[in-house]
């Protein structure tokens, strides 16, 4: 029988929901429980291509709409070779943001289509599990102020969260919702009950393709 692969886990929403937050405490509680789990967060602004997209975020740079686009995805291909490496030796992946971040704050601008947002994407590793992390913009906007990148403003925010909305009615994709009001830590369980549970159905199952 061939070996038990790792589940590719990605947490998603808006700003201050607790992405980064469970993202930790889940692959943490994984290892604990004795699984091999790994943390990737996208972007992931250490690589070359990371360190233009940061100074754009930043605004050190300005780069165009669409030049910023296909970054934010080379940033996510340029991981693909290890990730399937990983999740091939039976290592979960958890990925703090993924292809559904990258559609959704350029969808968001305005003047660019879901369609066109995904392409760069089609192929990419196709998540076990997409985790929601739902807060309503009155509950991320008591979590104190934005910072000041880019997209960082409750107008933009709003705009992204529907864009995530069309996203989610894809049911070919697995996408679960949670209620990111509650604690760290009880949401902490309910994210690592449903993260075991996908990868216990997955782990004989062929890793997939994004979008094809
Ligand atoms: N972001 C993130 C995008 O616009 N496209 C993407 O593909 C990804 C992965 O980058 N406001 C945006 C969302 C965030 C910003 O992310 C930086 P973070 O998680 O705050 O470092
Ligand atoms: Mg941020």
Avoid at 35 to 55: M, N, V
Avoid at 126 to 136: E, G, R, T, V
Avoid at 162 to 170: A, K, P, R
Wanted: glycine share 6%.
């Amino acid at each position: 029988m061939a070996a038990r692969r790792g589940a590719l886990i990605a947490l998603e929403g808006v700003d201050r929901a607790g992405k980064s937050t469970q993202g930790r405490r889940l692959v943490q509680g994984l290892r604990a429980a004795g699984h091999k789990a790994d943390l990737i967060r996208f972007p992931d602004r250490t690589t070359e291509i990371g360190q233009l997209i940061s100074s754009y975020l930043v605004r050190e740079k300005d780069l165009e709409d669409h030049t910023v686009h296909l970054l934010f995805s080379a940033n996510r291909w340029e991981h693909v070779p290890l990730m399937k490496e990983k999740l091939h030796q039976g290592i979960t992946i958890v990925v703090d943001r993924y292809a559904f971040s990258g559609v959704a704050f350029t969808n968001a601008k305005g003047n660019f289509c879901l369609d066109w947002c995904k392409q760069p994407d089609v192929g990419l590793p196709k998540p076990d599990l997409i985790l929601f992390l739902q807060l309503s913009p009155e509950e991320a906007a008591e979590r104190g102020n934005y910072g000041h990148e880019r997209y960082e403003s409750s107008s933009f925010q709003e705009k992204v969260l529907q864009s995530f909305y069309c996203l989610m009615e894809d049911k070919t994709l697995n996408w679960k919702t949670v209620d990111a009001s509650q604690s760290i830590e009880d949401l902490h369980r309910e994210i690592k009950s449903i993260a075991e549970k996908t990868m216990e159905e997955v782990q004989n199952k062929p890793l997939e393709e994004l979008w094809k």
